[in-house]
């Protein structure tokens, strides 16, 4: 069975400071990696994705998160944040073989970057 | 290109009321996924669709029913709401094949009294 750990529900950072978002995995196979970003009152947009390959993703707004299979942890970070990443982000965990609706979210991580 | 849409965006139903929640998709996905999500829990997925005329129970099905006639809807019904259904519901769809990442609709926000 596959699950989602994403370390602290809500986390405060300062505008133009390091933005780490912690997600812990655990899974029976080699999985697909994600991380989605919820802006108020919207629905959930893909920010990355780990499948195969570099380990290390880029997404968009200069977000990038590193695949550590030893630790099992797929952390999300950003250089400086920016008034603009204040959002819930999500991290989830699909199964290759078993098709998308085996995907599994975890409880999201609230950001919020003071001024 | 609309992408996912999603019709009511709000709704107050009492206890016992029902409603149906349409989902609309305009990028030929074969999959298609109802989830609820509620404060510090994620999402949970209800109902999932492989393809037209195909459902299949997710996590919390119980109190839900859906349907998918034509590949670019998923309906999202419930027959006799209760207070336990309050919850932000979101449709999303993918690809059959590929990575399977999900593109999500707006939300339905329903509050059941």
């Known amino acids: 069975a596959q699950s989602v750990t994403q370390l602290g529900s809500h986390v405060s950072v300062s505008e133009g400071a390091l933005v780490l978002l912690r997600c812990n995995y655990s899974s029976s196979v080699p999985p697909y990696l994600f991380w989605y970003v919820q802006y108020p009152n919207q629905g959930l947009q893909l920010l990355l994705k780990?499948?195969?390959?570099?380990?290390l993703v880029k997404g968009i707004n200069g977000f990038e998160a590193e695949f550590k299979k030893s630790e099992t942890s797929f952390h999300l970070t950003k250089p400086s944040a920016h008034m603009s990443d204040a959002a819930e982000y999500f991290c989830?965990?699909?199964?290759?073989?078993?098709?998308?609706?085996?995907?599994?979210f975890g409880a999201g991580t609230r950001l919020f970057v003071k001024a | 290109n609309a992408g996912v849409t999603q019709t009511p965006k709000f709704r107050v139903l009492k206890t016992g009321q029902s409603m149906t929640l349409l989902c609309a998709q305009d990028m030929n996905h074969e999959y298609m996924y109802w989830y609820r999500q509620d404060p510090g829990m994620g999402l949970r997925l209800i109902h999932y669709s492989v393809g037209e005329g195909t459902t299949a129970k997710g996590e919390v099905p119980d109190g839900y029913n859906v349907s998918r006639l034509k590949k670019q809807n998923f309906l999202l019904g419930l027959e006799s709401a209760a207070p336990s259904q309050t919850s932000v519901y979101f449709c999303?769809?993918?690809?059959?094949?590929?990575?399977?990442?999900?593109?999500f609709g707006p939300g339905t926000r329903l509050t059941v009294t």
């Open positions: 989830a965990v699909s199964d290759p073989k078993s098709g998308g609706f085996k995907t599994i």
């Open positions: 999303a769809s993918s690809f059959s094949r590929g990575t399977y990442e999900q593109y």
């Open positions: 780990y499948t195969t390959g570099a380990t």
